[in-house]
Each structure stands twice: as structure tokens, then as C-alpha cells.
């Protein structure tokens, strides 16, 4: 037996037992008469007392982070430490055993405050987890995804895998495909979502399903996506329409996030907002609703100015209540932000003084009329300050967007310790692409709204779709929808994308096959778990909370993948790399 306690439960009530403790070296301290080692495991550290000559003489060879067993009574400490749980006793050492011992020289130290390059942690991520926070992390990834299960089977659904190895499918991104030995020349893909699986488990007649499903995506990383794989609380339901969907979100990610947290969070019912009406007011449909700013179209309070950078433009305004406090540096560096991060043409801004006078930057194109329109139809006050985005269309949309985050940031604006959850709805159905041939904006299997009749008779461009996205803290969290389930609307769908009912029926032939044999109406969605562990640890990156994460080039550096494989292994696969003329 290597321990009969572990090195976080010891207290007072424990003294003069006889006790056996393993887990890792924190610290030593040799004071001569007395060596002194922080022994540590998952569940807290514990003194470890040596006076004994003979395992003193073990103990010069003691290493930080080494791993032993030892065996001691536990005694009452004269001098306690009450920043620990254990911090009343500590045990005396009989018997010391190394059962792992460590180099003398770390690539890091752990469990500091000292700032450590990301790739070397992730180089040595075995390391890294032995670190509290990030070991409390994953934890904490744990404890979540067990009640996320708990609370979807009260719910009454049944959890059931699906493949990995699956067939491609456009969702959004490159699939990551996997050669196939037994079938020269074809392929698997890795599934972006298990989304044609759990329809046909509709089809199937399952009432509800879930699973914590991995998915696989070759998208490039960011701060709040993983590179290449993450996971979701993938869920569908039979004879459900948009509002059923909503109910169970609304249940359980409030109850989820409550159970962990003891921020404000928000309870159902969601505020819902369109699709274009988030696009108008918050310049992106994932909006921070703890940032009051807002978005407003001022192009017509301008037609008739005489600033020539707003002639012929989309102008977007933000009103900044109390912004006129703020000192011309303030004004320089947002237009330093607007123009070299975010590719803006310029920045216009003016300060509405408590005096009534409209000062600085653009001050002398606002006319009384135009500063009467601001203030009667816009909102501004005295005190305030406003900028104006001026683009085409879409671009000062963007911009003004990304302008109203940093401003909600470099101004403190955001509320504090809350989670504000909103639905965005109304998606539409179609989208132009870069080639300027229509697209699916979202979801290619969703309902569009008003069924084929709006497939027929509208322009595509106009036509919704039963798509919606749940968003908490400016971070898309959730995405689903209303799936089509009729096969007429669905070759009707993808015929207006630009693929033929022979294109259907040869990539999604089991959807279309298994349509034909009563499908019954269904939806669902799938929040995000990395990101919602992410959100209720409150980290800003998300490779703080996944075990072994890749780094910012999709590296995985503790396994060194992607790597290079044998020519046997290529040949078993049927694949022959092409030789670069360079």
C-alpha cells in the first residue's frame, strides 16, 4: 500500500496515527538539524518532518518534483500554517521511498508565478498539469461534463456515439481526411459535428439524444478555438420545434453555470435578438450585452455635409456617455487602433461638452442641425463623446463593431462578475460568397422559414432560416437549428447553393435515402464545452482548459504531431507524396 491518507486530508484529529503519504516533492528545505519537504498531490500538501540521520543522508539526493512514499507519524506543528488545510500537523518520517525520481534541472519551474514561454509548457504540457491552477482546470472540465450528463439524462436523453470515421460533409471548414487501406483511393473524413448521424437517429425513432462529442475541424486557431478538435454537448430531439430547443438550453446551461460559479448569472428566457438586428446595433452576431454601448446608422443626418470623407459612405456612429472626460490622447490611440489593427480608412470622433459646444476632431463639420439630429434621434448628451465609421456598407458595420469592443474595454465599460446570454435568431438562409455564387450562411441542413414556398418565390439572399446561435459574454456558445427533414425542400435547398439532386443523393445519400421513410420534425443545438468551461473558469485562452491542447500553429508539441510517416506506411494507405520542384 503506498498510502492509507492523502496529503490534503491530514488535521489535527489525525495526530500521533501512524500514516503512509506518496505524491511529488514541492519543496525541501534543509536546515541542518531538520530537513523539511513539501510533499504534494491532487489533493493538497503536507510537511514532511525528517530528523532521522540515516534518512537525512537519503534525502541529499532528493530532487524537487520527484515522486516517494513515505510512511511517519503525524504530529501537532508549533508553528501552524493557517494558509493551508494541513497547515496544524505535520509527520515526523520513518521511511522514505523514491518511486520516480526527477532530473535535477526543470525546464520550468512549477507551481510560480514566473511568466513561462507557452510552447515550452505545452512541450512539456505532463509537467505543466502538475501546476494547481491549470491541474484545477481540468478538474473543473471534469466535475462539468459529469453534471451536463446528469442533467441531460434527467431530461430524459439517451446518449449515443457516433463515428468518427464518417463521410465529409460541408459545414463551414476542411474537413481532416483519413485514407482508407482496405479502399484505394477513398477517404474518410473526421466529423466537423455528428449532425447527419444524429438526424438519422430521428429518422430512427430515438426521442432525444446527446453525447459529449468530439469534433474535428481544419480551421485555424484562436484564443477561444482549439486548433483541429473540440468538444460539444451535441443534443437533438424529435418533434421539437425552435422553442423546445431553447427550454433545455435555457435549463441547463444556467444550472451549469451556477452550480460552478458565483457570478450573476442570467435565467431563461434569453433575450432573442435577429440576426440583422445584432448585425445594426452590435456589428457582430456574437455581442457582449455587459457592454452598453450601442451602434447607430447616422448616414442620413450627413447627406448634406461638407466633410468629404463621409460622401457616398455608410456612416456608423457610437455615442460614449461621459467620453468627454477623456484627454486627446485617449482619441489618438482608438484611431490609431481603428486604422492599423482593424484596416479602417480613419477614425472621426468629437466631444459634446458639458457647455453645449461640440469640440475636437470633426468638431466643425456638425452643424447645429446635425448636432440637434444627434441629440433628438441619436442619443448623444452633453458630456459625451461620439465616433463615426464611415465605409461601404459592411465594412463600417465591421469595424464600428470591433470599435464599440475595445472602446467597452480601454473605457471599463463592461459590467462586472455577470453572464449575459442572448440568442441570436433569424439567420439568413444564404450568403454571397467571395466569388459572388450564393452560399449557406450557417447550417446547411436547417429549415428554411416559410418552407419551399420561400425557396420558389423569394430572392435567396432574403430567405431566413430556423438558425440560431446562443451567445454569453461575447462568445458564440451554442449553435443549432430546426432541421429540414423534407427531401424535396432539401434538394431544393442545395440546388439554390448550386448542387444538383445528384450531388445530394451522392454526398448526404443516407439523410436523402433515410427522408424518404417518414421522417418525423426535429431540432437541436450544441453548446461548446471548452468554451463554457473556459467562460465559468474565467480564462481569456482556451488551452487553459483542455488537458493537452496544440498550439497556436496546430502543433501538438508534447507528442510532436503532425509528423512525417514511412514510405511503407503511405504505401499501405495508397498514397504517394508529390515532390516540391522548389
Keep these: ?77 508549533s508553528n501552524k500554517n493557517t494558509k493551508i488545510p494541513t497547515g496544524e500537523i505535520e509527520v515526523i518520517a520513518e521511511k522514505i521511498e523514491v518511486l520516480g525520481k526527477c532530473k535535477n534541472i526543470l525546464p520550468f519551474e512549477i507551481n510560480t508565478d514566473q511568466e513561462v514561454r507557452e510552447d515550452l509548457r505545452l512541450e512539456y504540457r505532463f509537467l505543466d498539469l502538475r501546476n494547481e491552477k491549470l491541474h484545477n482546470n481540468i ?4 466535475k462539468i461534463l459529469k453534471t451536463l450528463r446528469d442533467k441531460m439524462d434527467e431530461l430524459g436523453f439517451a446518449e449515443i456515439q457516433t463515428p468518427i470515421l464518417a463521410n ?9 481526411l483519413v485514407p482508407s487501406r482496405l479502399n484505394p483511393g477513398e477517404f474518410y473524413a473526421l466529423p466537423q459535428a455528428p449532425q447527419q448521424f ?14 459529449i ?64 438586428e445584432a448585425m445594426e446595433k452590435y456589428g457582430i452576431d456574437k455581442p457582449d450585452l455587459r457592454n452598453p454601448l450601442i451602434i447607430q446608422d447616422v448616414t442620413k443626418c450627413f447627406e448634406n455635409s461638407e466633410f468629404k470623407a463621409f460622401e457616398g459612405k455608410t456612416i456608423k456612429a457610437i455615442v460614449v456617455p461621459n467620453g468627454a472626460t477623456q484627454g486627446r490622447k485617449f482619441f489618438d490611440k482608438m484611431t490609431e487602433f481603428a486604422v492599423e489593427e482593424l484596416g479602417a480608412k480613419g477614425l472621426a470622433w468629437t466631444k ?47 469595424i464600428a463593431g470591433l470599435v464599440r469592443i475595445e472602446l467597452g474595454k480601454r473605457l471599463e465599460l463592461l459590467e462586472k462578475d455577470v453572464y449575459r446570454f442572448c440568442w441570436i435568431v433569424d439567420f439568413p438562409m ?19 422559414q416559410g418552407g419551399k414556398e420561400a425557396l420558389e418565390t423569394k430572392d435567396p439572399l432574403d430567405i431566413l432560416a430556423y438558425q440560431y446561435d446562443l451567445v454569453c459574454n461575447g462568445y458564440e456558445m451554442a449553435s443549432g437549428a430546426v432541421r429540414n427533414h423534407n427531401p424535396e425542400i ?40 471548452d468554451r463554457m468551461v473556459m467562460l465559468i473558469e474565467n480564462s481569456q485562452n482556451i488551452r487553459e482548459v483542455i488537458a493537452f491542447p496544440k498550439n497556436k500553429k496546430a502543433r501538438d508539441l508534447l507528442m510532436r504531431a503532425p509528423s512525417n510517416v514511412s514510405e511503407q506506411q503511405l504505401k499501405d494507405v495508397h498514397i504517394k507524396l508529390a515532390v516540391s520542384e522548389e
Design 490 to 529: 432539401m434538394v431544393k435547398a442545395f440546388e439554390i447553393a448550386g448542387y444538383t439532386e445528384e450531388d445530394v443523393k451522392n454526398r448526404f445519400g443516407a439523410l436523402y435515402n433515410a427522408f424518404q421513410y417518414g421522417t418525423p420534425p426535429h431540432a437541436g443545438a450544441a453548446p461548446g464545452v
Design 213 to 276: 462529442a468530439p469534433c474535428f475541424r481544419d480551421e485555424d486557431p484562436r484564443a477561444d478555438r482549439a486548433p483541429g478538435e473540440f468538444y460539444q454537448l451535441d443534443f437533438e430531439m424529435s418533434f421539437a420545434t425552435q422553442e423546445d430547443v431553447f427550454k433545455v438550453v435555457e435549463e441547463v446551461v444556467p444550472y451549469t453555470f451556477e452550480k460552478f460559479t458565483n457570478w450573476k448569472v442570467d435565467k431563461g428566457p434569453f433575450i432573442r435578438i435577429p440576426y440583422k
Design 139 to 142: 478538474l473543473l472540465r471534469s
Design 1 to 77: 500500500m503506498y498510502r492509507t491518507k492523502t496529503c490534503g486530508e491530514l488535521n489535527i484529529s489525525n495526530a500521533k496515527e501512524t500514516v503512509e503519504l506518496a505524491g511529488w516533492i514541492q519543496k525541501i528545505r534543509n536546515l541542518g538539524a531538520m530537513v523539511f519537504i513539501d510533499l504534494r498531490d491532487e489533493f493538497g500538501i503536507t510537511q514532511i518532518v525528517i530528523n532521522d540521520e540515516e534518512l537525512q543522508k537519503q534525502a541529499k539526493d532528493l530532487t524537487t518534483e520527484s515522486c516517494i512514499h513515505i510512511s511517519g507519524k503525524v504530529v501537532e506543528r
Design 198 to 211: 444524429k438526424q438519422l437517429l430521428m429518422v430512427s425513432g430515438f426521442d432525444k439524444y446527446f453525447q
Design 168 to 176: 465529409s460533409s460541408p459545414e463551414g471548414a476542411r474537413d481532416y
Design 430 to 448: 444564404y450568403e454571397l460568397s467571395d466569388e459572388g455564387t450564393i452560399d449557406f450562411n450557417h447550417n446547411p441542413f436547417s429549415m428554411p
Design 352 to 398: 459634446y461638452e458639458e457647455s453645449g459646444e461640440t469640440t475636437g476632431g470633426i468638431a466643425k463639420f456638425i452643424t447645429e442641425e446635425i448636432k440637434a439630429q444627434l441629440e433628438t434621434e441619436f442619443g448623444m448628451t452633453k458630456n459625451s463623446s461620439v465616433f463615426f465609421i464611415a465605409d461601404e456598407y459592411k465594412t463600417a458595420q465591421k
